[in-house]
């Protein structure tokens, strides 16, 4: 999936979210990014007519690290699930 480049919407809300934001505006954030991806990947899908399951995969790790980044025990732990949803490969989904 061929990647635009940011808007300043965009890098604004990526700098939010890399500084100590609270665990709620944390998963509000990575919702919203979560949301604009997957409207992009059903754009993509329409327009193709073919269906990128690596991209459906990437996009399903990082909703679960939205989950999970929700009942973190602490704000780091929340932003360290989020940065890295490549790592719940293998995790069960709740």
């Known amino acids: 999936m061929n990647k635009k480049p940011k808007s300043k919407l965009e890098e604004l809300v990526d700098e939010l979210a890399e500084e100590g934001l609270p665990r709620h505006l944390r998963v509000a ?3 919203y990014d979560l949301a604009r991806d997957m409207v992009r990947a059903a ?3 329409r327009d ?3 269906v990128d399951l690596g991209e459906l995969s990437r ?3 990082r909703a679960l690290a939205v989950r999970l980044a929700a009942e973190a025990e602490s704000d780091q732990k929340a932003r360290e699930v989020l940065s890295h949803p490549h790592r719940m ?3 069960e989904c709740p």
Do not use: P
């Open 29 to 31: 954030y990575a919702l």
């Open 43 to 45: 754009n993509e899908a």
């Open 48 to 50: 193709t007519e073919a």
């Open 59 to 61: 996009l399903a790790r």
């Open 89 to 91: 490969k293998g995790v």
